[in-house]
């Protein structure tokens, strides 16, 4: 039931991690806050298909 999902920067739209989630448990999109490679820094990173 697990699914690979891809996290988005909100602040630059760079695609930067992958993760994975149950589907099951978390219905909604997932949002995290991870480090930018681009940015220099912390960001909310949210879940695109």
């Known amino acids: ?3 690979i999902i891809t996290l988005e920067c909100t602040v630059c739209k760079n695609r930067n991690y992958t993760q994975t989630k149950n589907k099951k448990i ?3 999109r997932m949002e ?3 480090f930018c490679r681009t940015c220099r820094k912390h960001t909310p990173h949210k879940e695109i298909k």
Do not use: N, V
């Open 1 to 3: 039931m697990r699914e």
């Open 26 to 28: 978390h219905p909604d």
């Open 32 to 34: 995290t806050s991870k």
